[in-house]
Each structure stands twice: as structure tokens, then as C-alpha cells.
């Protein structure tokens, strides 16, 4: 049996840390860019799954 492990503590605390001072410095415009990236890949899947009512 495999065990699988995360990310360290410090790994952690370090990717936390530069996400909140990359939301402080983009004033939310990251959020918003990954909105955009989410709804483009849906779509995409939907299109390729061949539902273009979702598309």
C-alpha cells in the first residue's frame, strides 16, 4: 500500500504567502483571470464532449 504524502508545512506556508501577496498586488484581477481560464477549459470540454448546449 502507497502512502501519499502532501506538501510540507513550509511548502504550504510558502505557496499561501505568495498567493495572498499576489492577490494584494493584482487587486483581485487574479481571481478574475481564473475565472476566465475555468469557463474557457469548460467550454472547451463541452465542446469536445459534443454538448453544445453547455458550450
Known amino acids: ?3 501519499l504524502r502532501g506538501p ?14 499576489a492577490d ?9 483571470i481564473g475565472k476566465l481560464i475555468a469557463n474557457a477549459k469548460r467550454r ?5 464532449q459534443g454538448d453544445e448546449i453547455c458550450a
Not at 498586488?25 to 478574475?32: A, F, Q
Request: aromatic fraction near 10%.
Open 1 to 3: 500500500m502507497m502512502i
Open 8 to 21: 510540507s508545512p513550509e511548502a504550504r506556508g510558502a505557496a499561501e504567502g505568495l498567493n495572498f501577496v
Open 24 to 32: 494584494l498586488l493584482t487587486i483581485g484581477i487574479k481571481p478574475l
Open 44 to 48: 472547451e470540454y463541452y465542446k469536445n
